[in-house]
């Protein structure tokens, strides 16, 4: 039987390997899935426009196309831009440059966008299908010129120790998610739901299962103890942990429902805000 060795590995280069399967495909998904989300969140993320609908211009609730959430400033005028009463800090600043979109979105993604980044998970597969540091296990990587070989993640990716920072903002931003998901049963002050309502609210539960199931929040919630049974205080610590690790197992399935999900939701309030789409509801 042949034996695969890491250096005969290393010696014959980039993708070679002795394996069988079909190991190229899960690199290729999440080069087409990751780079289209990608694509259209910066798409998305330009347009500063077409980001909110509602029944009539006044009265509570809408639906908030959820790259524009939280709304920190907003500038009146805009087409599809949500009434000026939904900005936390009020109208769009004057000190912006005139040559960047006025988009709500560019001023709130770097959370989400370094949450993700740095992810455990993510960082598994963007390694893999965008770097090829390697594209699979047992696979030859792309060679580094001047590489030291794997050095852990100093260097460079010393960033991905924002990991657990970005993790306290972006379970604020679940609690603004459920607060636009409330919002999306409204409409013109009626209470109602539609098909926005349910997207919304999809997005801010899947996006929850996501948060809640990383490995820093596993960590803080009870993984950092050494022992359970130590006091009443680790006892609950331990029930918590059981449950983030529940969410945790499941981490991978979230990440990639919830991006999906995410896309769809903003792409339907657009169109529904565009009136290239009608929203089916009860209102
Ligand atoms: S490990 Fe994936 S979000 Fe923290």
């Known amino acids: 039987m042949a034996t695969v060795t890491i250096e005969k590995i290393q010696k014959n280069g980039f993708f070679e390997t002795l394996r069988t399967d079909s190991w190229r495909a899960y ?84 959370i989400p966008g370094v949450f993700r980044f740095t992810c455990y998970y993510y960082r598994k597969a963007y390694y893999r299908a965008f770097t090829g540091t390697p594209p699979a296990c047992a696979v030859g990587a792309l060679p580094r010129k001047g590489s030291k070989g794997y050095v852990g ?24 998610f459920f607060y636009d998901a409330f919002l999306a049963f ?7 739901i539609g098909v926005g309502t349910i997207l919304i609210l999809g997005n801010a539960i899947l996006l929850g299962a996501y948060t809640f199931g990383c490995h820093s929040v596993r960590h803080l919630i009870g993984g950092r103890l050494d022992c359970y049974s130590c006091s009443m205080g680790a006892k609950r610590a331990h029930s918590n942990w059981k449950l983030v690790t529940w969410l945790n197992e499941r981490h991978e399935k979230f990440a990639w429902i919830s991006m999906i999900w995410i896309m769809v939701a903003d792409l ?4 529904v805000s565009m009136g290239v789409i009608t929203d089916l509801n009860t209102w």
């Open 27 to 110: 690199p290729i998904t999440v080069l087409i899935g990751l780079g289209g989300f990608l694509i259209y969140g910066t798409w998305s993320a330009l347009q500063a426009d077409y980001y909110w609908f509602s029944i009539a211009d006044t009265g509570f609730g809408g639906y908030l196309a959820p790259f524009y959430s939280p709304l920190f400033f907003i500038k009146e005028g805009v087409a599809g831009a949500a009434p000026i009463e939904h900005a936390i800090f009020g109208p769009w600043p004057q000190w912006w440059p005139s040559w960047i979109p006025p988009s709500p979105s560019l001023l709130i993604l770097a």
């Open 268 to 271: 339907y309030i657009r169109l």
């Open 186 to 192: 409204f409409n013109n002050g009626k209470l109602g």
């Open 153 to 176: 993640e100093t260097g460079l990716m010393v960033v991905q120790n924002l990991h657990r920072y970005a993790m306290y903002f972006a379970i604020i931003y679940i609690f603004i």
